[in-house]
T-cell receptor, first 111, second 114 residues
Framework: GENVEQHPSTLSVQEGDSAVIKCTYS??????FPWYKQELGKGPQLIIDIRSNVGEKKDQRIAVTLNKTAKHFSLHITETQPEDSAVYFCAATGANSKLTFGKGITLSVRP | NAGVTQTPKFQVLKTGQSMTLQCAQD?????MSWYRQDPGMGLRLIHYSVGAGITDQGEVPNGYNVSRSTTEDFPLRLLSAAPSQTSVYFC?????????????FGPGTRLTVT
């Protein structure tokens, strides 16, 4: 089955700086790669996703890049703000109707 | 739309007790799933359903049962609770499980088994 690795487990940045979170996956058949943000006490919420036929996708301050050859994808947050502080999960899935999540990274944005 | 709702929000069980975690969605989504979230372990898939009457096992199905008699509801049953099932449980739904779309998560149920 799919294995998704997410490193590091914590990341601290200064407000206004950029943050990059990387994930690797194992199943070359995976074709959908979402990123979820989880705020304290709440369920995860999708912030951006990318499919395997696209190399990059942007939405305002966030972007995701996908390298299928190396089997890794990254979340880029520019001009970080304190409200970006949360746990971020990457995930990957292929054709088996199962979405596999990474273990999550806690992002802290220092004011 | 209420989205995905889960009840109860909190529950304490004794070892060996049984209970059902309720999940409902009002978006007419085909796909529904249950995850458990444990510290340092991320979200792990317990069971999922691609439509009414169809369920399948995820990564950690032991000790849990599910059924999907309607499109809207997807209850998770703990048959004989164990301390290892102490966790936060999330239900999620998505338009389809054949072509992936956004999964909408409920607010979660925090379960403690003593």
């Amino acid at each position: 089955g799919e294995n998704v690795e997410q490193h590091p487990s914590t990341l601290s940045v200064q407000e206004g700086d950029s943050a990059v979170i990387k994930c690797t996956y194992s199943d070359s058949a995976s074709n959908y790669f979402p990123w979820y943000k989880q705020e304290l006490g709440k369920g995860p919420q999708l912030i951006i996703d990318i499919r395997s036929n696209v190399g990059e996708k942007k939405d305002q301050r966030i972007a995701v890049t996908l390298n299928k050859t190396a089997k890794h994808f990254s979340l880029h947050i520019t001009e970080t703000q304190p409200e970006d502080s949360a746990v971020y999960f990457c995930a990957a899935t292929g054709a088996n109707s199962k979405l596999t999540f990474g273990k999550g990274i806690t992002l802290s944005v220092r004011p | 739309n209420a989205g995905v709702t889960q009840t109860p929000k909190f529950q304490v069980l004794k070892t060996g007790q049984s209970m059902t975690l309720q999940c409902a969605q009002d978006m007419n989504h085909e796909y529904m799933s249950w995850y458990r979230q444990d510290p340092g372990m991320g979200l792990r898939l317990i069971h999922y359903s691609v439509g009414a009457g169809i369920t399948d096992q995820g990564e950690v199905p032991n000790g849990y049962n599910v059924s999907r008699s309607t499109t809207e509801d997807f209850p998770l049953r703990l048959l004989s609770a164990a301390p290892s099932q102490t966790s936060v449980y999330f239900c999620a739904s998505s338009y389809s499980g054949r072509v992936w779309h956004e999964q909408y998560f409920g607010p979660g149920t925090r379960l403690t088994v003593t």
